[in-house]
């Protein structure tokens, strides 16, 4: 009676015993994987030698620490070490970063903004999580044997994750050929190939996601949530799956026990898990020994819950330019007409791809928070690729349970959907890149305007071609034959729509979009002397009376780009001299309104200073905020004032200096035109009892007190 109660209860919790496969199926599925291989080899070979891209300098540094002292705090013997292998192979660490910034404030105990911060107990550690790094291991070993460049490890590791994925999907799960060949073909092609060479734990993340679910429905619990743990600690919403699957782990616990009494059974199905769990809770628990916060990226301030919403969502999965969407147009074209056809028939299938769809969904909440919207990408978002995965899984789910020719068809959609999308962006995605608009969006900007209002961030960043531009004090605006047809303005300033042309906010054709940013579609009641393509100009400034942006285009060379009431010309008045404290380089610099508009530093809201970066021999900015100077409250067009900068010694000296206006909150003014002056380069005087500074011939600074 007990045998037969536990035959029962093996008969409902493991998957059916299937008929061995016949020695031709294997072959098929070894020239499967031997096609994927090549694929993959491929798409390497092209994308070698791979470069810094995302956090990938935070990776290869934990890396380097990890093979050098077995241990993921990152210290100056690691960077030491990078640093002498860039010099004796390929050029491809970021030297002004990795030597400038992280080294020079490690030695002073003060990083900040540089990804990696200083732990409680004294160590250097990245914002992410080390579990990827060390991943990466074999392959940075391998590298440095050979002497290649060292980002390469990480395409290395991308190569064997997704080869091993496939090997996993062809070989393990007991479906039918046709569903593995669909679920492997689109794993490679729906962005896999994009991101390969990403220096960056998204390609890992995809692998264990897609691998996790192929267990999940295998009911392996206990191994799902090992896949997902591990890709959950790079992305933390991942974890929501690891739960998830441990959940299911402890009712499958609960039923063996409640069906058979036995200890042992009940004792190895939780003991599966336990594996997994603690994976799943290693990046919390470290850091909050280390910090004393479970999650360093939000409590550096790299995440803002007020950005959540509902745009933020939907930008994920349809956005035009950085979607979901872009990468597997016809899965989700299969899976729209499939998921209606299953309304009917409410299969087995149909509700697990609906699970899939509101699990993908689910994980896309967290990410929402992310300061940096419209970041470093390959054709898609990086959330959109990994978060891909169940989307894909449910597309094969529903597709295997139709008839052999609906079946057909779905696979003819998705060879010509993937063979356009490759055909556009490339095997690698090299033909765009996240601060341009690729070709859907822009033809919908031309011929359909009013039909796609991406998150301000995407319009922006890609009108301007350059991270961090969007604020308040800005309007951004596109022109097509002859009119501005889309305009981009806060809701606080709708006003400032006279700077283009004249119109009444609220008489206008607008969309309300997140932070309270509007969109405005003119149509043809704003006409303007420009070439088509994306402008932007700042608000106009207090008591502005010049009328139009027309008067504001005698600067302006006539093509797409920023466009600006102000402009100004630097000079230096005088050699700099150095603080009584010693502490400071002061440079005094003559500073020319030549622009059409006052600005000043009682300029509201955003106000204008002097401001400082100090710059490597390559023009290269190592630190974008080195200094500020309040400028007079308001200069006049056509006057001139004389302003004292303090730059601080600790900090400038082997570089030079780029002295600048910048309207703060909006921009530096080199974007509108500006010339920089460059100042330095300061070094340490060769003798330290002659000054504390000196200039590039070696010539100390004299004290101000002196000078006065």
């Known amino acids: 009676m007990e045998h037969a109660r536990v035959e029962r209860f093996i008969g409902e919790m493991v998957p059916r015993e299937h008929p061995p496969r016949k020695l031709a199926a294997w072959y098929v599925r070894g020239i499967l994987l031997l096609v994927a291989g090549v694929i993959l080899s491929s798409a390497g070979w092209r994308a070698w030698p791979s470069h810094d891209q995302g956090d990938g300098l935070e990776y290869l540094a934990m890396s380097e620490a990890i093979l050098s002292h077995g241990t993921p705090d990152i210290r100056e013997s690691d960077i030491q070490t990078i640093l002498s292998h860039n010099v004796g192979a390929a050029t491809d660490i970021n030297t002004t970063k990795i030597s400038g910034a992280w080294l020079r404030q490690m030695k002073l105990h003060t990083p900040r903004g540089i990804g990696i911060y200083l732990s409680r107990t004294g160590r250097f550690y990245s914002y992410h999580f080390w579990l990827y790094s060390l991943i990466n291991v074999p392959a940075l070993a391998v590298v440095q044997a050979h002497g290649w460049p060292l980002y390469s490890s990480l395409l290395i590791t991308n190569c064997v994750l997704l080869f091993g994925l496939f090997a996993f999907i062809i070989f393990t799960p007991p479906w039918r050929l046709r569903r593995t060949i669909l679920l492997a073909a689109m794993a490679l092609a729906g962005g896999s190939t994009f991101y390969l060479g990403w220096t960056g734990p998204e390609t890992m993340c995809f692998a264990f996601l897609l691998a996790g679910l192929v267990l999940l429905e295998m009911r392996r619990f206990g191994w799902a949530l090992l896949a997902f743990a591990i890709a959950a600690q790079q992305n933390p919403p991942i974890g929501l799956l690891a739960v998830a699957a441990g959940a299911c782990g402890c009712w499958k616990a609960w039923m063996c026990w409640r069906d058979t009494q036995l200890i ?131 597309c094969a789910l529903l597709a295997d349970s139709m008839r052999w020719y609906a079946f057909v068809a779905v696979g003819c959609i998705l060879t010509v959907s993937q063979s356009v999308v490759l055909g556009d962006f490339g095997l690698l995605g090299n033909r765009g890149n996240y601060l341009t608009n690729n070709r859907v969006a822009a033809w919908v900007f031309d011929h359909l305007p009013s039909w796609y209002a991406p998150v301000p961030e995407i319009f922006a960043e890609r ?91 005698a600067r302006h060379s006539g093509k797409a780009g920023p466009i600006s009431y102000y402009h100004a010309s630097l000079s230096v008045a005088g050699r700099p001299t150095v603080s009584a404290d010693g502490k400071s380089i002061i440079v005094t610099v003559e500073v020319i309104n030549n ?114």
């Not at 997140?514 to 704003?526: I, V």
């Open 595 to 708: 622009g059409v508009a006052p600005f000043g530093s009682a300029a509201f809201p955003h106000t204008v200073n002097l401001g400082a970066h100090s710059i490597d021999a390559e023009g290269n900015i190592v630190i974008n905020d080195l200094a500020r100077a309040a400028l007079p409250s308001i200069l006049l067009p056509g006057t001139s004032t004389r302003i004292s900068i303090s730059l601080p010694i600790s900090t400038t000296l082997g570089y030079r200096v780029e002295l600048l206006p910048v309207q703060e909150g909006v921009a530096w003014f080199d974007q509108w035109g500006t010339k920089p002056l460059i100042v330095g380069p300061f070094r340490a005087c060769a003798i330290p009892v002659i000054g504390e500074a000196c200039d590039a011939s070696g010539k100390p600074l004299m004290n101000a007190t002196v000078v006065q």
């Open 264 to 394: 042992a059974p009940t004792v190895r199905h939780l003991a599966s898990l336990v594996p997994g769990t603690l994976i799943l809770i290693a990046s919390p628990v470290f850091y909050w020994i280390e910090f004393g916060t479970p999650n360093l990226i939000v409590a550096a301030g790299f995440t803002d819950a007020s950005l959540m919403s509902g745009i933020r969502l939907a930008s994920v999965f349809f956005d035009l330019n950085q979607g979901m969407v872009i990468a597997i147009p016809g899965v989700f074209v299969v899976v729209a007409v499939l998921l209606l056809y299953g309304v009917w028939r409410r299969s087995h299938d149909f509700w697990a791809a609906v699970g899939l769809l509101l699990a993908a969904v689910a994980m896309t909440v967290p990410v929402l928070s992310a300061l940096n919207w419209n970041s470093g990408a390959v054709v898609i978002t990086r959330y959109a690729y990994w978060l891909s995965a169940p989307v894909i899984y449910a």
């Open 463 to 553: 009108a301007v071609h350059r991270e961090g531009v969007l604020n308040d004090g800005m309007v951004f605006f596109y022109v097509h034959q002859g009119h501005a047809s889309i305009i981009l303005a806060s809701a606080l300033q709708a006003a400032a729509l006279s700077a283009i042309c004249s119109l009444e906010p609220r008489r206008t054709k607008h969309v309300m979009s997140e932070q309270r940013w509007e969109y405005f579609y003119p149509g043809n009641q704003c006409p303007i002397s420009l070439q088509d393509g994306f402008y932007s100009i700042p608000v106009p400034p207090p008591g502005w009376t010049g009328g139009s942006v027309a008067q504001a285009l």
